[in-house]
């Protein structure tokens, strides 16, 4: 259903090398402190920043940065304002990116952005020329799925779901989010990731070669400390 997602990255981040997991614990901790700010400190009042802490243990970011993070966010302890700003852009072969940043510096931000898509052949565009062809979901990934299951999930706000070779991937609408993972949890199904994402409404088929160079640009967009999300309606 979807492109590349936040779940790939999340699980090439457990395995990154130290000098990558630097620029992770930033991300991460950019987008605690963000949450924080809008929806204040408390996690179980605050559903976003419980999902941006739920992420950062599965990076293994260590309780103090995740405490300090949440600090930054409610004002008791300085730093940088980090805003949010969203870009939509082009990648190489036609297809389409939607980048999300948390940064403290917009024109850094925006000109390495737009440095990155055009290093492989795309470019940085304006508001609107790729949303349309993405949606907002909520998505989970959990082990398995039985007919029970499915049938219960169905029921709190399940709209789809894949089967993969590492799991299963499960979309919801955005204000089902919480519902479905405070369903599960209540079952004890482990959910190895939740959050709001762009899914792309339909894939871009690509050939292996094609493939190849996409990974480069996912790799120079996940090194880059202000990048904390994008999402490609390119076929994994």
Do not use: C
């Amino acid at each position: 259903m979807s492109g590349h997602s936040k779940w790939a990255t999340t699980k090439r981040q457990k395995g990154a090398a130290d000098v990558k997991r630097g620029a992770i614990f930033t991300k991460l901790g950019n987008a605690i402190t963000v949450a924080a700010k809008l929806g204040g400190g408390d996690p179980e009042s605050n559903f976003r920043l419980r999902l941006a802490i739920d992420l950062a243990k599965s990076a293994n970011i260590p309780k103090d940065n995740i405490e300090r993070a949440i600090k930054r966010g409610t004002g008791e302890l300085g730093g940088g304002i980090i805003e949010s700003i969203t870009y939509e852009g082009f990648g190489p072969f036609g297809t389409a990116f939607i980048i999300e940043a948390l940064t403290d510096n917009r024109n850094r931000s925006s000109s390495s952005i737009k440095h990155t898509l055009t290093k492989y052949g795309g470019s940085l565009g304006v508001s609107g020329s790729v949303g349309w062809l993405f949606e907002q979901k909520g998505v989970l990934r959990i082990k398995k799925i039985n007919d029970e299951l499915e049938l219960e999930l169905i029921d709190v706000g399940l709209q789809d779901f894949a089967i993969e070779e590492d799991g299963v991937t499960i979309y919801t609408a955005p204000t089902d989010l919480k519902k479905v993972k405070d369903f599960l949890e209540k079952k004890e199904i482990a959910v190895e990731y939740a959050e709001i994402e762009q899914v792309a409404k339909e894939k871009k088929q690509l050939s292996p070669e094609e493939k190849e160079k996409l990974e480069k640009l996912y790799a120079e967009l996940e090194d880059n400390e202000d990048v904390n999300n994008y999402y490609t309606n390119a076929e994994i």
